[in-house]
Every structure is written in structure tokens, then in C-alpha cells.
């Protein structure tokens, strides 16, 4: 079972549009969770982070966190074409004394004009 | 630095060659992280220093990949004998203090092995 589970995709949403990105994981003792934009060819680049449950408001993103579920999302409000690239949920767990990243697959958004 | 920096940014190497891939982390940045990212996954970790000290190595994928950060700065990983399979984006990312909180990432080295 992987440790971070994202739907590849990809996710198609009009202009204007909320686009919603979800992300479970397996690790029930992780504490902080990241979003990342990657548009191809780049690198990861942070769009927020998320370390308590409940929602995180920044600008037109709102990340939620449900630590009973084992869920972390992305709402995007008002999606423009730039908003497309690929998402990628980031996980950080406590494995053998050392904090490691854990990301999924990340999932390919894609913002129609 | 501004920002974390790697070079070289492209590599093409034929099968069986060594490479030297080098990081400069964010100035002040404790913890360093290498990444493995094939084509349309997410990045895997390789390796990560705590100032000079490699405190864990559980990713790199064999014993032709060697890791170093020798001043606690600047990282350099090698891949000996290189094979096709290692072919990737390799990225390093750095963090303050590394307990947990936000990485940085680089521009990544693509890698091209043929």
C-alpha cells in the first residue's frame, strides 16, 4: 500500500471554477502536511502547509486537514489556466528518528480558458 | 544564496559512466534532502544530512549511489557505473532545522542516461 495516495488525474475544471484535490495517507502518526505545484519541467515549488486539523486559508487556497480520516486537501477558488500543473501532496512522517517527506503521485490539473 | 541552486542542470552520460551532481542549499539551512522524481511520479527520497552528518541513507536505490556533504554546506551526489534506470530528475532540498517543517526545493539535475 502506498504511503500517499493521490489521484493521478487528470483533473479538468472550467475558468472561474473551484478545483478540489484530495490526498490520503497511511502514517496515523504524520503532523504536517504540504501542497506543492510542480509545473512540468520545474521544480516543487510550496503552496501551503498544513500542520492542525481544520482548514488554512491563503488567498484563493484553502487546505483542509482531517487527521481522523487520514486526509488532506486543496481547494482552489477561481482556477485560471495558470493554476494548471500537477499538485503534489507531501506527507511528513517520523521513520527511524529521521523527519522524511513522503509524496504521492501527485495529480495533473488542468484549467480550461 | 537566495534560493537553493544545483548543477548541473542537465547531464547526459553514457551507460557506465560516473557522475558528480552538486547542491548549494539555502544559506543557514541545517538539513539538506536528495530526491529521485522519474517521469510523472513524485519525488522519492534518497538521502538526508543534518549539517554534515548523513543521518539517513534508506532511499538511495544501491551501493552506486554515494552521498556527501563534507563542511555541512554544499552536497554532492555520485552515481557510479550509471545505468539506464537512472535516468530521473534529481532534486535536493534544503530546511532550517529539519524537524518537520517546510523544504526548499532546487531546479534539479535531469539526468540522461544512455
Known amino acids: 500500500q502506498k504511503e500517499v495516495e493521490q489521484n493521478s488525474g487528470p483533473l479538468s475544471v472550467p475558468e472561474g471554477a473551484i478545483a478540489s484535490l484530495n490526498c490520503t495517507y497511511s502514517?496515523?502518526?504524520?503532523?504536517?502536511f504540504f501542497w506543492y505545484r510542480q509545473y512540468s519541467g520545474k521544480s516543487p515549488e510550496l503552496i501551503m502547509s498544513i500542520y492542525s486539523n481544520g482548514d488554512k486559508e491563503d488567498g484563493r487556497f484553502t487546505a483542509q486537514l482531517n487527521k481522523a480520516s487520514q486526509y488532506v486537501s486543496l481547494l482552489i477558488r477561481d482556477s485560471q489556466p495558470s493554476d494548471s500543473a500537477t499538485y503534489l501532496c507531501a506527507v511528513n512522517t517520523l521513520t527511524s528518528g529521521t523527519y522524511k517527506y513522503i509524496f504521492g503521485t501527485g495529480t495533473r490539473l488542468k484549467v480550461l480558458a | 544564496g537566495a534560493g537553493v541552486s544545483q548543477s548541473p542542470r542537465y547531464k547526459v552520460a553514457k551507460r557506465g559512466q560516473d557522475v558528480a551532481l552538486r547542491c548549494d542549499p539555502i544559506?543557514?539551512?541545517?538539513?539538506l534532502f536528495w530526491y529521485q522524481q522519474a517521469l510523472g511520479q513524485g519525488p522519492e527520497f534518497l538521502t538526508y544530512f543534518q549539517n554534515e552528518a548523513q543521518l539517513d541513507k534508506s532511499g538511495l536505490p544501491s551501493d552506486r549511489f554515494f552521498a556527501e556533504r563534507p563542511e555541512g554546506s554544499v552536497s554532492t551526489l555520485k552515481i557510479q557505473r550509471t545505468q539506464q534506470e537512472d535516468s530521473a530528475v534529481y532534486l535536493c532540498?534544503?530546511?532550517?532545522?529539519?524537524?518537520?517543517?517546510?523544504?526548499?526545493f532546487g531546479p534539479g539535475t535531469r539526468l540522461l542516461v544512455l
Open positions: 532540498a534544503s530546511s532550517l532545522s529539519g524537524m518537520g517543517e517546510t523544504q526548499y
Open positions: 502514517d496515523r502518526g504524520s503532523q504536517s
Open positions: 544559506s543557514g539551512h541545517v538539513s
